[in-house]
């Protein structure tokens, strides 16, 4: 029997998620061009990313998963990322 309902962990082979990963919020206008040069700037791979549109579809919040070691190094990172986006990354924050 056929349904329109489709099971993910069916149709994928997704990842278990594992504890050095870090997320990482980002709410911009347009491209995440600075985001991605500061991250590899630091060795830090991106493993997941979704990037949502918001209403109005001027601005975004990008959710990024990265690997690597971001201790005592957030808030430079976050720093670094605002001032190479100029006025087009609006925030930047580092969840537990």
């Excluded at 990842?15 to 990963?21: E, M, R």
């Amino acid at each position: 029997m056929l349904t329109n309902t489709i099971d993910p962990a069916s149709h994928f082979n997704r990842a278990t998620p594992i504890k050095s990963i870090h997320s990482l919020t980002v709410r911009h206008l347009g491209s995440l061009v600075p985001v991605f040069v500061v991250l590899a700037k630091y060795g830090l791979n991106v493993e997941e990313m979704e990037n949502v549109l918001l209403e109005g579809r001027e601005a975004s919040i990008a959710r990024i998963q990265v690997r690597g070691n971001v201790a005592n190094i957030q808030d430079i990172i976050s720093e670094e990322i605002l001032a190479l986006g100029e006025n087009k990354v609006l925030d930047v924050a580092f969840l537990s």
